[in-house]
DNA sequence: ATGGTTGAGGATCAA
């Protein structure tokens, strides 16, 4: 059988009706055959029946799409051409009811491919469990991750996208020394993130941009010239098994979104596969 | 050491 282009996308797109005009952006210059979003901070009602005002039919092409979101915070949601089933299985992370993570299987022919989408708590501001509650749920929650995934190693055939709120590597953040004690970067988040990653995936970006070189996706909003201070990190993620590993064709990280007018402090990450 | 900015929603809270 012919193997297929799957191009995976992931943005943490923070209020996905306020950048609405920048989501058709990111499809155009990324032409990703999922998208995977995080922050849409819209609730299930409210999510927009048309994504692509004045735009083609069956949403500008992306005809399967499904989401779950709540009031203020959080969401996910996931926009594809290729049709998929949603895994309503999936756990209640924390058991918090709290729209962080999705999963589906993407009917790709050559067989199944399942996909995660997650958006891991951010964690506030004190790295410390026993004084910071969203600390706490930060590292409970990428605790079971990574019993879940554990239970179900060794899998194939699956990708793990998202914003995993976590910079693990030395040059996934613009100073190493100054941000050890800050959250995304402590050890205690590193360390379990690296154990959440062993249970069966292998970093996907980090397979084209060697580790040596500093590589980031997030610029914070409080930066008067975010690209002259480039004080970034690598806070999202494209995850696959070890098997797709031979599969995996390239990736871009779209760093240019970063300057677009009212444009979310996270850029787009994709990431292509021949599957 | 501190402050810096943005979004949701309508006061702060979260990031």
Request: glycine fraction near 4%.
């Amino acid at each position: 059988m012919a193997l297929m282009r799957v191009r995976v996308a992931t943005w943490n797109i923070n209020s996905l009706r306020l950048r609405l005009p920048l989501l058709e952006k990111v499809l155009a210059e990324l032409d990703p055959d999922v998208l995977c979003l995080q922050e849409t901070k819209v609730p299930d009602p409210l999510f927009p029946a048309d994504l692509f005002p004045g735009r083609a039919a069956e949403h500008h092409g992306y005809a399967h799409v499904a989401y779950r979101g709540m009031k203020g915070y959080n969401g996910v949601a996931i926009l594809s051409r290729i049709p998929f089933t949603v895994d309503e299985a999936a756990p209640d992370w924390c058991a918090k009811g709290d729209c962080r993570h999705m999963a589906v299987s993407l009917a790709v022919p050559s067989g199944p491919v399942a996909l995660h989408n997650f958006y891991v708590p951010a964690g506030g501001d004190e790295p410390d469990p026993a004084i910071n509650p969203k600390f706490a749920h930060k590292l409970a929650f990428v605790e079971e991750a990574t019993a879940y995934f554990a239970a179900q190693s060794p899998f194939t055939r699956t990708v793990l996208v998202g914003d995993l709120n976590i910079a693990p590597l030395e040059h996934d953040v613009w100073s190493h020394k100054q941000l050890l004690n800050v959250v995304s970067h402590t050890p205690p988040e590193t360390t379990r993130m690296r154990q959440w990653l062993e249970t069966g995936f292998v970093d996907a970006i980090r397979h084209f941009v060697p580790s040596d070189r500093k590589h980031y996706t997030w610029w914070s909003y409080r930066n008067r010239d975010w690209r002259a201070s480039d004080r970034g990190r690598r806070l999202d993620h494209v995850w696959v098994s070890p098997d797709l590993v031979s599969s995996l064709q390239g990736h871009t990280t779209l760093k240019e979104a970063r300057d677009w007018e009212r444009t979310s402090d996270h850029v787009p990450v994709s990431v292509t596969l021949s599957l």
